[in-house]
């Protein structure tokens, strides 16, 4: 079975780090694309950062460059998310989503709550 | 780079049509074959229903189609069941540097 299970999230307080990690099965990892989303509470979708299946182009979407790093190990069919100097607005259930179709997304986790407050 | 625009509401009777729109411009629906459809339950992960603009993943009903004229994509859902009652959300590709825009989302309900 195709499967994605993020993991890592929690509450966090402004200005503060933490590391998602999204666990791939059922697929060869090293041959796709992968994502990550976030949606706010009651709020819409919103694409974050992209990386090849080699690591060798990365994507994020603006108000995260700088403070969040995205990563892979293909070796461990694994794909993080560093998260540094957290904002209130970075609150969010956080997704894994695979690139399996062109330029969209085909596989998505379960997703991870990331609550970022004093 | 603002979210593609989407009706906040939509809605049909079992066995009837509706059809979502997804405004952008022309430096994302406008300019890329690349539209997405995503279904979302409450408090479930998104699915994909459409991709390229119209085409389905294995598995999804041919009741779902999807289609674009100039800045302008929609998703039809024909034969509404009560089980197509969600959120959709469409998503558009838009170049190198912001390479993805996902829309406001619809409510789809089923009378």
């Known amino acids: 079975e195709v499967q994605l299970v993020e993991s890592g999230g929690g509450l966090v307080q402004p200005g503060g780090s933490l590391r998602l990690s999204c666990a791939a099965s059922g697929f060869p990892f090293s041959n796709y694309w992968m994502n990550w989303g976030r949606q706010a509470p009651g709020k819409g979708l919103e694409w974050v950062a992209n990386?090849?299946?080699?690591?060798?182009?990365?994507n994020y979407v603006e108000s995260v460059k700088g403070r969040f790093t995205i990563s892979r190990d293909n070796a461990k069919n694994s794909l993080y998310l560093q998260m540094n100097s957290l904002r209130a607005e970075d609150t969010a259930v956080y997704y894994c989503a695979r690139g399996g179709v062109l330029h969209g997304f085909d596989v998505w986790g379960q997703g991870i709550m990331v609550t970022v407050s004093s | 780079q603002s979210a593609l625009t989407q009706p906040p509401s939509a809605s049909g009777s079992r066995g009837q049509s509706v059809t979502i729109s997804c405004t952008g411009t022309?430096?994302?629906?406008?300019?890329?074959?690349?539209v997405s459809w995503y279904q979302q339950h409450p408090g479930k992960a998104p699915k994909l229903m459409i991709y390229?603009?119209?085409k389905r993943p294995s598995g999804v009903p041919d009741r779902f189609s999807g289609a674009k004229s100039g800045n302008t994509a929609s998703l039809t859902v024909s034969g509404l069941q009560a089980e197509d009652e969600a959120d959709y959300f469409c998503s558009s590709y838009a170049g190198r540097i912001n390479p993805y825009v996902f829309g406001t989302g619809t409510k789809v309900t089923v009378l």
């Open positions: 990386m090849k299946q080699d690591g060798s182009e990365i």
């Open positions: 390229e603009v119209s």
């Open positions: 022309s430096s994302d629906v406008g300019g890329y074959n690349y």
